[in-house]
């Protein structure tokens, strides 16, 4: 997936959580690459997902979903509209 | 709700603003952001920018920087941005520290723990009840309540051995957090209201003890959460998920309230509250325009929407009854509006007199607020102006920022003692004799310094007070109360003659006789009958044989207008002269040049020479004694009939 760009609200959203400009945002990024993308980060990003879409995720799925491609995955799979 | 649009352009705002360190433009943008856009990724974006810029927020007039340590059970780290950001829209700029998730106790009585080193200004204690009481789910089972009460107790003693532990070595301030209400639980809504130790009813104790424990510790507030979860509705406050999965116990819609919520607990220990409320008067305390409608149509009363603003009226009130001063400030002509006070008492539930000050006039607001200010000697930041003007509203944003300007929904009048609740404003966490009291003190202050300041001579200042003399036959009002001014006058009382009803009687029915009583009233109020004078004719002159004035009133030119009435009386019973006569005691120097100071003249001493009087002449056609011109006579005619019959002695 690394050669398709982040949909613009999924990626303004990271960029405001993880503290990065947007056009850093890439699907490759995940919390082995990004420094300060630690558990707690992790939670905002989740939360603040959530929020904005509308949706939930699994508790037991959020521990997995460590990359921006893998959160972008798990939306479309509850069928939002990116 | 902003279009995607304006939430971007805010953004960009922000984000400007930060780059060239405008630290206030940043905060009145993300305001806006924030209160009009629920955005959790938003409030990140503010906190991250306002990270940066910390420093310039501290600078902000009145900004207060708070080293905070949060003492927690539960995960708070991601409601910190949320935090962060409601702090800075209520000018503090918080330094967080976050303890571990058990080492509560450990961190507040330890004096090498973390939270010691960090030196904060604020400690948070955030524990859930699993922490602070979690035996009370399992006790509180069956409903009956074995062991309950005990436990609370015990509950209540652990905090408090915590609490004061703390604060023998620590003087940092203190908010407790109490506990949110379970809301379902294994007895269900019947048993939990039916039973007597249901959960809910044991946890509503617990917040009851808790809040009585930190009015005994000194600096610490109780955060009552319980509270905004039950106005925002326990069902959303708390997601379950989440608090099982990641140990939040609140819902992250509520992040924004309950940092806010958090913020304005602890801000009651570091700033006063608001002192003043100025209100406007049309469309705001009252419906309708005072000046157009009239006295009978403005709005208010029991019945819709008159009630609306007897609703504010009463939030005033019951703020007024706690020490916040109430003030009109208001462009209307005074007259009007002290007539609508008067008529419309029935449908107020405020009179004049519950405000300690009224500036009503055709000046700029701006101009009554800073003078209102003066007059208290209060500063501009302790008050709050509500007007419905939006236009008034702006001028006094733009001219005093230091005042808190409430609009009030004029269209809405249902809303605004709700949208003034839900300010911090006249928050308080203590309530003493001094702020009950404070009311009166104000307010004596107010109208002496009003005068005194508006005035820039003895005679402007009394002639803004607006006294009214009304001379009456003493046999008109009520004599007893003739005699009791006789008997009891000592320091302004030319003869001290202690004369019976029978001998004021007799002046008064004497031809060419006078005895004549003053009734005084200023815009403070009534003094009733406060001055008596007994005088009669002999041959060409008419001799005063008493005057007297209640020290209450000497000094603002009562006493010439009552000799300028004997000597008007005695000119036309045909008299040429006025005597006086003055006879010395131990009380009544005051009144010791009263006539040479109206211009009389001392007689050389014909009488026997063991009397003690002095006597004093002045010639009533070249020189009659005139009243000041400050004063407003009335009933000067002797034969009028009384109309203070009724006043009492």
């Known amino acids: ?82 | 709700m902003q279009s995607d649009s304006e939430r971007l352009a805010l953004r960009r705002q922000i984000k400007d603003a930060a780059s060239s360190r405008d630290a206030g433009t940043a905060v009145r943008c993300a305001r806006t952001l924030v209160a009009t856009v629920n955005k959790p990724a938003d409030v990140m974006f503010c906190a991250s920018v306002f990270a940066g810029i910390a420093e310039f927020i501290q600078c902000q007039p009145g900004a207060r920087t708070l080293k905070t340590y949060v003492v927690r059970s539960v995960t708070v780290e991601p409601i910190l941005p949320f935090l962060t950001v409601e702090a800075v829209l209520s000018n503090y700029v918080l330094d967080l520290k976050v303890g571990g998730y058990g080492s509560y106790a450990d961190e507040l009585l330890n004096p090498q723990s973390a939270l010691a080193d960090f030196k904060p200004d604020l400690v948070l204690i955030l524990l859930d009840l699993e922490e602070i009481a979690g035996r009370l789910p399992d006790l509180c089972a069956d409903g009956r309540g074995v062991g309950v009460e005990e436990e609370v107790e015990e509950c209540v003693g652990r905090m408090a051995k915590l609490l004061r532990g703390f604060r023998s070595g620590n003087s940092a301030r203190v908010l407790l957090q109490g506990l949110v209400v379970p809301d379902l639980t294994s007895l269900g809504d019947v048993g939990n209201a039916n039973l007597p130790h249901s959960l809910p009813s044991a946890v509503r104790q617990l917040n009851q003890k808790l809040a009585a424990l930190c009015r005994t510790v000194s600096d610490c507030v109780f955060f009552d959460v319980d509270q905004l979860a039950a106005r925002y509705g326990r069902a959303q406050w708390h997601d379950v998920r989440m608090f099982l999965a990641s140990r939040l116990s609140v819902s992250a819609n509520f992040f924004s309230s309950y940092s806010r919520g958090l913020v304005r607990a602890f801000s009651a220990m570091f700033r006063a509250s608001r002192k003043v409320l100025c209100t406007d008067l049309d469309n705001t305390l009252w419906g309708g325009v005072l000046g157009e409608d009239g006295t009978d149509g403005i709005v208010t009363g029991n019945s819709f929407p008159g009630n609306c603003y007897l609703e504010y009226q009463k939030y005033l009130r019951q703020l007024s009854s706690r020490g916040i001063l109430l003030a009109i400030v208001s462009k209307n002509n005074e007259a009007d509006v002290r007539d609508a006070f008067r008529t419309r008492s029935a449908d107020l539930a405020l009179s004049l007199d519950n405000f300690v000050a009224v500036k009503i006039g055709w000046n700029d607001k701006s101009d009554s607020i800073q003078e209102l200010a003066k007059e208290l000697s209060l500063g501009l930041d302790s008050i709050v102006f509500v007007d419905d003007n939006p236009v008034e509203c702006e001028a006094i944003r733009q001219q005093l920022p230091e005042v808190t300007v409430v609009e009030a929904p004029g269209l809405e009048p249902w809303k605004l003692a709700g949208v003034l609740s839900e300010l911090p404003l006249f928050d308080t966490f203590a309530i003493t004799d001094d702020d009950i009291n404070r009311v009166n003190e104000y307010k004596a202050q107010a109208q002496r310094a009003e005068l005194a300041g508006g005035a820039s001579s003895r005679d402007e200042f009394l002639g803004s007070l607006g006294i009214v003399c009304t001379f009456q036959s003493a046999l008109q009002a009520p004599l007893s109360r003739a005699v009791q001014l006789l008997a009891k006058t000592n320091q302004f009382n030319l003869t001290t003659r202690r004369h019976s009803a029978a001998k004021i009687e007799e002046f008064a029915s004497t031809a060419g006789g006078q005895a004549v009583v003053v009734r005084v009233r200023d815009r403070f109020g009534d003094a009733g009958v406060v001055g008596l004078a007994l005088a009669c004719k002999q041959g060409e002159s008419c001799i005063i044989d008493s005057l007297l004035l209640s020290c209450r009133v000497i000094g603002r030119g009562i006493e010439t207008a009552l000799l300028a009435h004997i000597g008007e009386t005695a000119l036309k019973d045909g008299a040429k002269r006025l005597t006086g006569e003055f006879i010395a005691t131990p009380k009544n120097a005051p009144c010791a040049n009263f006539y040479p100071e109206h211009g009389f003249v001392k007689r050389v001493q014909a009488e026997a020479a063991d009397s003690d009087s002095v006597f004093y002449e002045l010639d009533l056609i070249a020189s009659p004694p005139m009243s000041p011109k400050w004063i407003t006579l009335e009933g000067v005619e002797s034969n009028e009939p009384s109309r203070s019959a009724v006043f009492s002695s």
């Open chain 1, 1 to 82: 997936m690394s050669h398709q760009e982040v949909p613009s609200s999924l990626r303004n959203i990271l960029a405001d959580v993880l503290e990065i400009p947007p056009e850093e945002v890439k699907p490759e990024l995940s919390t082995e690459t990004v420094s300060n993308w630690d558990s707690f980060r992790h939670l905002q990003a989740i939360l603040a997902l959530e929020g904005e879409y509308g949706v939930q995720f699994d508790p037991q799925r959020i521990p997995e979903l460590t990359s921006v491609s893998l959160l972008q995955a798990e939306l479309e799979k509850k069928g939002v509209a990116l």
